[in-house]
């Protein structure tokens, strides 16, 4: 198992971190929980993690003088940061100064997941992290990244596989995607699927499960309980009104 410290002076989002962490099934484990940078600082060095979930800003160290901090004394602990999307330009610049990558607040657990497994690929590979290409909004590139997503959304396109495809980290790949859009990855997927939906639901000839499974969902289901969350009414209601 791979251990994890988290430091956030929000406690309820190391609490929300910590229970997506728990249910990725990932073999990662949360040890520890600091409410501040200098915590932090101490619980590492005490503990020996191998990652550090860390808040950008936080009192006591923020989060780029508490990783300055353990990289002037050669600790091995990977940096995954978190911040508002006001302050994700602090965090690209922590990836170059050698951060493993870092999260949008609120965190997504798709997101979160990528980055976890993404480490674990690293970890069995004895690899180094990928090098970010330097890749901006309105870059060529994104949108050839936002064409791909347009083509594949409705197949098991993960946003880890599109990151390690144009050599971008999790996190930066995530901002350019909701810059582009206007919506986070995950809400992007969703809209696309939930509009293809509602107008195969036009067609009477097929039935609710053939839809699910046409717009990407094969857990019928759990393709309702989206349905229902993005439109306030399940699937066959919304047939019956049109």
Same mark, same amino acid.
């Given at each position: 198992m791979y251990k994890i410290v988290i430091a956030d002076d929000e406690v309820w989002v190391g609490v929300g971190i910590k229970k997506m962490i728990g249910r990725s099934g990932l073999p990662f484990e949360v040890i520890a929980e600091a409410p501040n940078g200098i915590r932090a600082y101490e619980q590492v060095k005490e503990l020996g993690p191998e990652l550090l979930i860390s808040d950008i800003r936080m009192p006591g160290l923020n989060g780029i003088e508490l990783m300055k901090k353990l990289v002037e004394e050669e600790n091995p602990v990977k940096v995954i940061f978190i911040s508002g999307y006001a302050q994700f330009e602090y965090a690209q610049e922590a990836c170059r100064m050698g951060a493993f990558d870092y999260l949008l607040k609120p965190v997504e657990e798709e997101s979160l997941n990528a980055i976890l497994e993404r480490f674990c690929r690293l970890r069995e590979n004895q690899a180094q992290p990928v090098? @970010?290409? @330097?890749?901006?909004?309105?870059?060529?590139?994104?949108?050839? %990244? %936002?064409? @791909?997503?347009? &083509?594949?959304?409705?197949?098991? &396109?993960? &946003?880890? @596989?599109?990151?390690?495809?144009?050599? &971008?980290?999790?996190?930066h790949l995530s901002t350019l995607i909701k810059k582009e859009t206007g919506m986070s990855y995950s809400e992007y997927i969703t809209g696309k699927r939930m509009e293809d939906a509602k107008r195969l639901l036009q067609k009477e000839e097929l039935s609710l499960e053939e839809i699910s499974d046409m717009v990407g969902y094969h857990d019928y289901f759990y393709f309702t309980k989206v349905f229902k969350k993005y439109t306030g009414i399940s699937p066959s209601v919304y047939r019956k009104k049109r």
């Open positions: 090098v @970010e290409t @330097e890749i901006g909004a309105g870059d060529p590139r994104i949108r050839k %990244i %936002i064409s @791909e997503i347009n &083509l594949r959304y409705t197949q098991k &396109l993960s &946003l880890g @596989e599109l990151a390690d495809r144009y050599g &971008l980290s999790i996190g």
